[in-house]
């Protein structure tokens, strides 16, 4: 907290992150393939570790709060492709990441977020602010997840499987279906 201002200036700071963040992709080999070690995710530092990487989703520089974070994968080569973080839930709907996940349907997703902001992939009604999570293709019935309680692992085992299941239109138009229920609740509200 403070660094970046502190060095570049109240006003500049902002401009220099952009270079700096690009420097710093070419100092760091972000090829990460998932592999014998699974998934393992520690809820005392909120931390995942995958393919050899350790991410911490704590959103550190602000506040303690943990980032809603999805990372997509190629469901065939198990390589990382995309990591999209929401620190402290900003710019987060309530079928935001559901509307990312059904865009990567076909591949394999791994998301860490509020129940609450996984309508049609968690369910909701008990506790909304509890942190839930998700592994599977979207667009499958095949998937694992549900509240997180504690420590928790996906094995490679696992993950080969679920890399493999089938897209079945039945779910995915049932998916679709929630997620057009809620942005028609929405506008409902919005309206009123």
Known sequence: PGYLPGKFGENNWRKKSVNLMAAGSTLWDNEVILNQKGISFNDTNFSVSMGGREFNLRSWAITNIPASTLFIFDNRSLRLEKIKTYPFDKELQRATLSNELMQYKDKLAFVISRVGNLPGFADPRN??????????RPGSSSFTGGPITGNFFIPFELIQKLSKSEIEDSVVSTRRNILQTIKTNNSIRDER
């Open 127 to 136: 506790n909304p602010e509890r942190w839930a999570f998700f592994y599977g």
